[in-house]
């Protein structure tokens, strides 16, 4: 797998543990039951070696771009400023977020042609699932 299988457009479909994920991320209350309800669609597209990660809805929306293997500044949605490095090991896109002392890993894998994600934060897990558009 390369990371040319993530590049596309993504609609989120199902969300499991999200609101929870959020909490553990220091995320106030408003902010977790608007981010709750947002259906995003991600955009994922490759020029070079530079990957750019777009997340629009509604609500509120981002865009990150960075090449794998190197740390990159990261302005995220709920307004933290952190760190962000991206590798891929097999079929797994792998991003750590570090801030403040503290990290949360993102995974994302393409399973049965559909796009994954999985949030850790200290144990705190969520599954996210994107279909193709």
Partial sequence: MSIDDFVGKWSLVSSDGFEEYMKKLDVSMAMRKIGSMAKPDVYISKDGDTITIKTEST?????????????????????????????????????LQQWDGKESTITRKIEDGKLVVECDMNGCKCKRVYRKA
């Fill in 59 to 95: 609500f509120k929306s981002s865009q990150l771009s960075f090449k794998l293997g190197e740390k990159c500044e990261e302005d995220t949605l709920d307004s933290r400023k952190v760190q962000t490095l991206f590798t891929l090991n097999g079929d797994t896109l792998t991003q």
